[in-house]
């Protein structure tokens, strides 16, 4: 009898002891699902374009540009004409500007992609251009009651070696212009504005 019971006990045991590792594997799973499903939903929300982007479309289209520059404080102003071609791309996640004209008596092109990261929270601005070979950033936010988007950044110095904050704005003036600023630091700390460029929407 005693055989018997203790048998059966076995038989109790080894069947519970059984089911422990597909217990475990259950678990296991299903938290690796649900870790799954986690980061599926941190990669959309970072993927998926919002009401920042929207902010691009007011600049679609095609624009007249009147670029003023200055090189220091008090120097006389550079003035220059051009045009500039602006779209969205990306399925709605950045905006391409691609600017043309003249500096300096030399034809210029320049290309520029901002976006809204929707990770860090904030615009940001790549610019590129035939005037050099080095790519800058900037990156900032958007006052929505001014209209004015304002970035920062450093920008290598190709004249000390070094670098140097700037300062950029764009703001919208009414639909059918926006007027971006440009203010740089010389070498003592002090800001300036060192460009100022004029966008006309083309009928």
Known sequence: MKAIKFLMVSLVVVFVVSLIPGQVLLAQQQS?????????KLWMENATPGENHKYFEYFTGDW???????MAPGAAPEVAKGDCKSEIILGGRFLKSYSTGSMMGMPYEGLSITAYDNFKKEFVTIWI???????YQTSGTLDKATKTRTETGLWDDIMTGGKFKVRLTVKVI???KYIFEMYSTNPEGKEFKSGEIVYIRKK
């Open 64 to 70: 007249e540009v009147t670029a003023t520059m200055w």
């Open 129 to 135: 251009d035939n005037a050099g070979t080095g790519i």
């Open 174 to 176: 009414d639909d059918g």
């Open 32 to 40: 690796q699902s649900e870790q799954e499903q986690k980061m599926m």
